[in-house]
C-alpha cells in the first residue's frame, strides 16, 4: 500500500526557512473563461447525475412494487 501525503503537504514546499505555501506564491495559469467553463460544465454534470440517481431509484421503487 502506497503513502499519499496530504494536500496541505503537497502545495508546500521545504526550503531552508521551513515551509512555503506554493499556492500562495506560485502565479495561477488558469484563464477566469476557462474556470467559468469548468464551472458550468460541473453544474451541468452534478444536474445531470441527479436526474439519473433519481431515475434508478425510481426504476427500483417500481422494480419493488410490482415484484412483491
Known amino acids: ?3 499519499r501525503a496530504p494536500a496541505s503537504e ?3 514546499k521545504e526550503t531552508v526557512g521551513g515551509l512555503i505555501d506554493m499556492a500562495a506564491v506560485s502565479p495561477n495559469p488558469v484563464s477566469e473563461e ?3 467553463t469548468h464551472q458550468a460544465t460541473w453544474i451541468a454534470f452534478t444536474k445531470f447525475m ?4 433519481a431515475g434508478v431509484i425510481a426504476v427500483l421503487v417500481l422494480l419493488a412494487i410490482f415484484t412483491l
Open 1 to 3: 500500500m502506497r503513502f
Open 10 to 12: 503537497l502545495l508546500a
Open 34 to 36: 476557462t474556470v467559468r
Open 50 to 53: 441527479k436526474y439519473s440517481i
